[in-house]
């Protein structure tokens, strides 16, 4: 090394380290950089003496340079010598543009100034980036000016931002720091302050003739003082050297960025004079003897450059004699050349200095004097536009794109802007794309091009810019911050608006950020927006969102007349200002405010209220209105009524409490303020409720769950009694007295009590009587006792008087059902209202004592103090409560002496917060320690507290207290005091719920009073009742037999029903004989009672339910049950099933056949039917087609249980005489699969499955064997053996099935490798052909092998060939050549010198043969090796653990490399499904060697084995002919490196395929593999439960649809969705109804609740459950009314049923339904629909009525159009386009149909009438004059 520089430090391996992971922290975009080609980083200062050294450090390290693009390391170092010229800065490997993730602090700029606003200014970066300069950044002397000004008012005036810079103006900036974005984002700051700027010169490093930016410091009398920035030196600029600029005519200013020329510079640098001549300075080059290098060099300096190197992507260029630098292509000349050794002049752009890169640009406007930087583009601003048909000019891949626009000006798209952002590149798909849509982004006055977009959410976006919305237009956004004065809502990523703090909601919030949470979606109006300054304003007002009215956004839309939404804006004395839309406002004098005289506005009304108003006047000039308020309501007086009709029946609603009276409330339903009445007995279910509830509410308050429950002219009615709103949105409701029918029940309340009965009201105001007969079970003496007015109850229709339109009701509560969990729900409620009323009371009465009781609750403990003790109990103190009473009844201190001053604890059993008293107990048994409850436990309880519907109870030993109703039964009257409930009595109680959230934590128990001992009998219960009580014996007639009952009428005229299984002892039953035709019609019968079914649902009761009046009496007519002293215990059907054994005979009868699942249903007992599958009915496969004809109705026939439980109940019988498996035996099964490398899966009876092979199908093997077997065949088979999971290995040999009468064996069946000779010819099939030779199938456990060149006398390239000529299951005759049967393998031979059949090759293919000797080439290969040891685990854990019995241990370490047939005695579970290809993998380099995936099975196919070796399909190792007793030899070092390599490619190898997305997965554990990697991926759950499916595994699915539901995340909607529609179509195919609607159900709660409606609605119809499907339609229509796809759903299943008129009744609902905005749309769809399902004629009616009224919808008239052309006749179309033509739509329009109108006759017509279209158009044209003409 020459002269070392004294900073010269020798390179250690921890700097050079570094300094490649300072590279690696901050890559300058692209590709990585390798470490090696770091260049070394100098302190500036040292520059001028690093040069030998910098040399020398970069030859050195380039020596070491990795290999890059293929290059040699050679031929690298000679080209370093080559290099002439001395470069300082090596040129990067490949020129890219400036990326923003590659801009550091300190890094210097050239910029142009954008856009200036009053603190900060927008610079235009190269390369399209964007920064920011702060007014703080500008120079020292204006900061100073700026905080002098802060500080005192009065300081001489400053220059703003916008008088110091100006568009177009280049600046020399520096990268001051990068901010983080709000959005992640980075924002770059920059600075022009002089001292970073120029911070790396000195006073004596300037010269003359260099050019610099500074900043004016001060104005002096003979010229400027300019900040240059560097220290110790005064930069004067003279007056005289001002010329005047262009955009500047006034003096400089303090903070005037100008760029200058040093004229000279005196004093070592102390003193510059300046000059700032433009021409001067734009002429003005840096020279070399300026003294410039690396580390001064400063952007915007003009150079001198030649070029040094042309590539693709732009140029180097060395420049100052040294230097390098590089041109991106977007700063060359596009219209230029350039070549290597060029000369130009250059701009210096951009100098990174820690990484010494200098960017150039050769663009004219930097370069070329007198030229100016464009800050707009000539053509106007394009931003946000989308422009069409672009093409790409050039890809630059570390870069982007160059489109160029059809005008032909050119964009730029940057690299990340090719794709969206979160999907991978493939820019060769871009570029191959002939046409491109952009939108462009913006324009880069830097580069002079517009940067553009090609990402599809991009393009996609509705708004870009503030010029694309409008106002009045409808809008959704996220919050994204709530201020002080309203809330900023984000419409896109750089659209922003604020909604004022009056528009947030229709009323003035007090708490906004209760209602709004950041991230929310929010939908608003545009109330104005200002594209030119960026503002936008929105409104929340839901009552301006929603408006339907005419708009007013400029004062021409408001003429006279026209009304419109508008809102306060102002109130003053003499009427209010109401603003509309974009700032349109008017006013609406005090006269015109109401028709009641306002005498002060503000009282009436308040700022930010919408009002509709309609304009008296208006001049649009003067931009002046005045509005009314008054006439809008006068001119819809007439229309007064209709708004009420808004308001639905059944509807939920919310309602504001306007005035109190003593019957009811006054509301006004929100939103529309609809006048309605809220009866005070509507309040609740339970009447003492009302009251209390009438207090709490108060004048303003909102009141939440209502329902409109009638309507007429007058006034609408609501109610919050939670049982008649359940039963208005349950549909148990009559509209109209004609839906009313006998036997309804209808759940109503008590309207009014007369003498003779009670009057019933209904929704719909419907009102029926309940005769005082009807009202109770016992007798009534006065109507009023049983009673109460507003009380709910649940009716039953008795009676119907038609013509009078009148109808009688029963109350009794032996006659109603009440709806299931009734009186749980009822007390709930209650108990909710009550605690909503002491809530409402403390927040009201603001003392705290009120609300200290509203937090108590039944239950607690209290510590109190005996104030009192009296004989009537004690009263109490208490610190917390001071001024409530506390007391204790006389029982509730029993067992406890007290004595005043005590303190005791106490537990609350009722708190009266009107009142301000609490009941409490110290009995010790309710203080004690709670113990806990189980749910459905049984327990005695005792009534503590009565307070009027509710009652406090104790659980006996439990210290737990809970809640009940005093009424079990909402229509329970007591009408004596005997029977009503009172503290003391004890009750039997069960408990639901043991902690119930609803009810504070307290148990939920279901009651009922304690029986005597003595069980009452059904008849005592209710005298006079028609019932019979258990065990009775009566008399009867036969009334009608069936098959598997008779009915009885017995003598009270009730009905009886005697099952099939009752009629005759058991013993005397036949087979085959129907047991109910032994009794006549007609004759007499004695009967026993032994059960009882409702009549409406024949639901089978439990026998012992004491209180039950059976409308139907089971019957027995059993001659040994009839003694009347033998006491026979009732059975229910869970001990029933109980008693059942598996394997059990058992009689039963026949008793429904279901055809779609071909099962039968087999009743054994009343309350016991168990099912009989297809093939557990059948020994015959003819039978199959109709069973049931062998079964008839009501036979009795003897069957076997094969599966019995309770919970879950299944119940399965075979009537084969078989109930389980048995190897050996033949049953029948059904084909589901037939799979080429397998055979045929079998579905078997009792669930199981089997596989047949392919050898075991036929005792004579055929060609093509699985060719006659199809899909749902049912073949009879032998059960060979079974793997303990039910799958089971299976044989159709003749010889299996039928031993005696089956023909000799010409293909023997092969059981193991000793019944093989060695010489012996079999048969077989192809299994697969590899380059290890052809695999035969020998049996189902035993796989021969052919080497290739024992397959074919015939030499040939590639495995390939063989296998196209061997497909699988071919049929081949091959030759024993030898058996190894330690390892149990074969080899064969297809040589037809061995088998003397032909070659397997045909001779057409001209193949050479193979010469003699050819294979004893192979025989020399025998080494052996043992397994590496991950090859070593995975074959053992691989291999099923009875195979290695078969093998010798020492195969274990040593390896004869073909492990390919061993004899399988089991089938494995994958024979389940086919093997793929890749679930085996193998090694690919070195001897090829199969592993074998977890209990693999060999019989699944070995063609389905591949080793990764490319292409090879084999699937044995290594080719070669295996003597048994080979010893190993020892392997070489080099021998076991190579295993090593190959053990860990195979690895690689199966990794990849595991990862291989195309994969179907086989089995379970691929399925748990994958859903690992990709948990909420839907497919991948849908595939696992298709995999279980196919294997009939229904619950497996089911779970596995469970489990994906837990899995997916909840942000994934769509992907639930699918898990949910799936689980539908499962429960569907596969489930009971009943199943079917709790999926049903659930999915509604966690989905959106509209598509699962619509899927399941899909699921039905295709399905053909149309009455289902139509059920649920109707559904929807109510729940979804405002939803027009519902209605179009709807109808297109009604038309498609063929349901027309239904359809156009649809269509009139669904226009009253929808907003009539949406008229239009639904009756032109319905007119589609008509074409497409219905009636065609009807279509075009409803198409022609819609046109008439909207001749203008031309998107109408070109669908009705289409529509005729393909339903109706040739003459009707004509007819359609001559009207067409002729409406008064635009020209443009009207030649687009003239156009399809002459498509139309070229293609249907004839030369006449293509000409008469021709003529209609020229006189069309003629007609429209030079307009049309143009």
Known sequence: MKGRSPFYFPQTPETTSSMASVEEDFPRGGTSRKPTESKIVVQRTEVDNLFQSNEQTETKKRKGASKEDGTKLKKQKTVDKKED??????????????????????????????????????????????????????CDSYAKLLSEQLDSPDTEEICSLQHLFHPGMVLRCVVDRLDIAKGGSLSIQLSINPKTVNKSLSSSTLKAGMVLSGCVESSEDHGCIVDVGVSGTKAFLPKSAITVKPNNPEELKVGQYVTCLVEAVKNDGRVVHLSVDPAAVAQTCAQTNQGWNLTN??????????????????????????????????????????????????????????????????????????????????????????????????????????LEMPDKTLAFVHRNHLKESNEPSNENRVLAMSEHTCRILNFSPMDQIHFVSLRKSVIDKP???????????????????????????????????????????????????????????????????DAQNKKLYLTRKKALIDSSLRLFLSYSDARPGRVSHGYIVCIKDFGCIVRFYNNVKGLVPLSELSSEPVVSPEDVFYVGQVLKAKVLQCDSDKAKMVLSFKAVSEGETEEAAKPALDCEVGKRLEAKLLKKSVNGLEVAILPEEIRAVLPTMHLSDHVSNCPALWESLQEGDVISNLICFNKNKQNISVTKKPTVRWSLEE?????????????????????????????????????????????????????????????????????????????????????????????????????????????????????????????????????????????SGATFKSDDLSSATIQATKYHVMGVNLTEGQKVTAVVLHVDIMSTCVHVSIISKLVAKKKSLTEGSNHTAMIQYIDKDFAVISLDDTAQLTMIQTSSHLNEVLLSESHKLKAGMTLTIEVIEPSC?????????????????????????????????????????????????????????????????????????????????????????????IGGREASSHRFLPFSHPKFTYNICELTLIPSKMDASVDFKPVTAKEKLNSLKVGEEITGF?????????????????????????????????????????????????????EVSVKPHRFVLSLTGVYKLEEGSTTLGTVTKILPQVGLHVKLPFGGVGTVSVTDLADAYKPNPLDTYSKDQLVRCSLLGNNNNNKWQLSLRPSRLNPQQAKPVKDLEVESVAQLKVGQMIRGYVKSVGEQGVFIRLSRSITGRAQ????????????????????????????????????????????????????????????????????????????????????????????????????????????????????????????????????????????????????????????????????????????????????????????????KKVAEKALVQREAELMDPSLRPEDAAAFERLLLASPNSSLLWLQFMAHHLQATQIEQARAVAERALKTISFREEQEKLNVWVALLNLENMYGTEESLKKVFERAVQFCEPMPVYQQLADIYAKSDKTKEAEGLYKMMVKRFRQNKAVWLSYGTFLLQQGQSDAASGLLQRALKSLPPKESVDVIAKFAQLEFRYGDAEKGRSMFDKVLTSYPKRTDLWSVFIDLLVKHGAQKDVRALFDRVIHLSVSVKKIKFFFKRYLEYEKKHGTPQSIQSVKEKAVEFVEAKGTEAAN
Not at 492 to 508: A, E, M, N
């Open 1150 to 1202: 026949v008793s429904k056949f279901h055809p779609d699942r071909k099962s039968l249903d087999i009743t054994t007992d009343p309350c016991v039917t168990g099912t009989v599958e297809l093939l557990a009915m059948i020994t015959d496969p003819k039978d199959a087609g109709h069973p049931e004809k062998l079964y008839k109705l009501g036979q009795a026939v003897r069957v076997k249980v094969v």
């Open 463 to 529: 708004f870009y810019r503030y010029q694309d919305l409008q106002a009045g237009q409808i809008v959704e956004g996220k919050v994204s911050v709530l201020l002080s004065h309203g809330m900023v809502v984000h419409l896109s990523d750089h659209i922003k608006g604020l909604v004022p703090r009056t528009h947030l909601s229709d009323i003035i919030l007090k708490n906004p950020e209760k209602k709004y949470t950041e991230g929310m979606k929010v939908k608003c109006r545009v109330l104005s927006v």
């Open 1348 to 1539: 290739l060149q024992k397959s074919t006398k015939y030499l040939f390239g590639k495995h390939k060939v063989l296998s196209e000529h061997l497909p699988p299951n071919m049929l081949l005759t091959t030759k024993i050549l030898s058996i190894n049967r330690e390892e149990e393998l074969v080899d064969l031979s297809l040589l037809p010198a061995d088998t003397g059949k032909p070659d397997v090759l045909p001779e057409s293919l001209g193949l050479p043969l193979r010469p003699a000797g050819e294979e004893k080439k192979h025989d020399t290969k025998k080494k052996k090796r043992p397994l590496s040891d991950s090859e070593q685990k995975q074959a053992e854990s691989q291999i099923p653990k009875k195979k290695k019995k078969t093998r010798k241990s020492k195969t274990d370490d040593s390896d004869s490399g073909v492990e390919v047939y061993f004899r399988e005695e089991e089938e494995e579970k994958e024979d389940e499904e086919p093997h793929s290809a890749k679930q085996v993998s193998s090694s690919s380099a070195g001897p090829s060697r199969l592993q074998v995936a977890a209990g693999f099975s060999w019989d699944v196919g070995l063609s389905s084995l591949k080793p990764a070796s490319a292409a090879q399909e084999g699937d044995s190792s290594d080719g070669e002919d295996h003597d048994g007793g080979t010893k190993p030899q020892k392997k070489s070092r080099h021998e076991l490196e190579q295993e």
């Open 731 to 871: 549909g148990m409701v009559a509209k109209d007295f004609s839906e009313i029918t006998v036997g309804r029940q209808l759940i109503g309340w008590i309207k009014n009590i007369m003498s003779y009965g009670v009057f019933v009201e209904f929704p719909y105001g419907l009102v029926g009587l309940a005769p005082k007969s009807a009202m109770t079970d016992k007798f009534l003496s006065d109507t009023t006792a049983a009673f109460q007015l507003g009380q709910t109850v649940v009716a039953k229709v008795t009676n119907l008087d038609e013509e009078k339109r009148r109808f009688l009701v029963t109350l009794k509560v032996s006659e109603v059902i009440s709806p299931a969990g009734d009186a749980q729900t009822r007390l709930i409620n209650g108990l909710q209202e009550r605690k909503a009323v002491n809530e409402m009371l403390a927040v009201r009465d603001s003392s705290e004592l009120r609300q200290q009781l509203a937090a108590l609750s039944a239950g607690q403990k209290l510590k109190l103090t005996v104030d009192a003790v009296k004989d």
């Open 297 to 402: 060099i400063l952007p915007g300096l003009l150079v001198k450059a030649a070029v040094k190197k042309v590539t693709k992507h732009g140029m180097f260029l060395d420049f100052l004699s040294s230097f390098s630098g590089q041109v991106d292509f977007l700063h060359t000349e596009q219209t230029s050349s350039y070549s290597e050794g060029d000369q130009v002049r250059a701009c210096v752009l951009y100098v990174e200095p820690s990484t010494r890169l200098v960017g150039l640009s050769l663009r004219s406007y930097l370069v070329q004097p007198g030229t100016s930087v464009d800050s707009t583009p000539a053509d106007g601003d394009r931003t946000g536009e989308v422009v069409k048909g672009c093409s790409m000019t050039a890809l630059h891949h570390m870069s982007g794109a160059v």
């Open 997 to 1089: 959230e609803e009810m504070q934590g307290l148990p939920l128990v279901a009651w009922q009073r304690s029986a005597p001992k003595r069980q009452r009998t059904t008849s005592e219960n209710q005298s006079g009742s028609k019932g019979h009580c258990f065990g009775e014996i009566l008399q009867g007639k036969v009334r009608t037999v069936k098959p598997t009952c008779i009915q009885v009428t017995l003598e009270d005229g009730s009905t009886g029903s005697v099952h099939v299984s009752e009629v005759m002892e058991a013993a005397d039953v036949c087979m085959k004989s129907f047991p109910t035709s032994s009794v006549k019609v007609g004759s007499v019968v004695t009967a026993r009672v």
């Open 85 to 138: 010229g001395l470069t300082l800065n090596a040129a990067a490997k490949c020129v890219e543009i400036l990326h923003i993730k590659n801009v550091k602090e300190g890094m210097l700029m050239l910029g142009c100034v954008k856009e200036v606003t009053d603190f900060e200014v927008t610079v235009s970066l190269p390369c399209g980036l964007q920064g920011f300069l702060s007014i703080k950044n500008i």
